[in-house]
């Protein structure tokens, strides 16, 4: 059974830094993209960053670009999304999702949510 676990949210101060993982199982991570999307409250769903199969290919919201850095460990079958300079802004559940070989729009396999609340 093809899963994702999201892990690594919780509640942080404008400023700084946390940690997202996407784990994965029941499947092969190798020939998979994985993105990762946000969800505030009230708002859309956001397109956060994605990582190609081969973790050749990256790209990110302009919203979070130089403050984001998307990467995966294969042999861990986790991906990573490193937040750091967190803006209250950035508050909503996280989500990730997986997609065969290279990013785009539409993804077949979500995650649960990990919640990230960027506070004082």
């Known amino acids: 059974q093809l899963q994702l676990v999201e892990s690594g949210g919780g509640l942080v101060q404008p400023g700084g830094s946390l940690r997202l993982s996407c784990a994965a199982s029941g499947f092969t991570l190798d020939y998979y993209a994985i993105g990762w999307f946000r969800q505030a409250p009230g708002k859309d769903r956001e397109a956060v960053s994605c990582?190609?199969?081969?973790?050749?290919?990256?790209n990110y919201a302009d919203s979070v670009k130089g403050r984001f850095t998307i990467s995966r460990d294969n042999a861990k079958k986790t991906v990573y999304l490193q937040m750091n300079s967190l803006k209250p802004e950035d508050t909503a559940v996280y989500y990730c999702?997986?997609?065969?070989?290279?990013?785009?729009?539409?993804?077949?396999?979500w995650g649960e949510g990990t919640q990230v609340t960027v506070s004082s």
């Open positions: 990582i190609s199969s081969s973790g050749g290919s990256t």
């Open positions: 999702a997986a997609r065969w070989a290279l990013c785009a729009a539409e993804y077949e396999y």
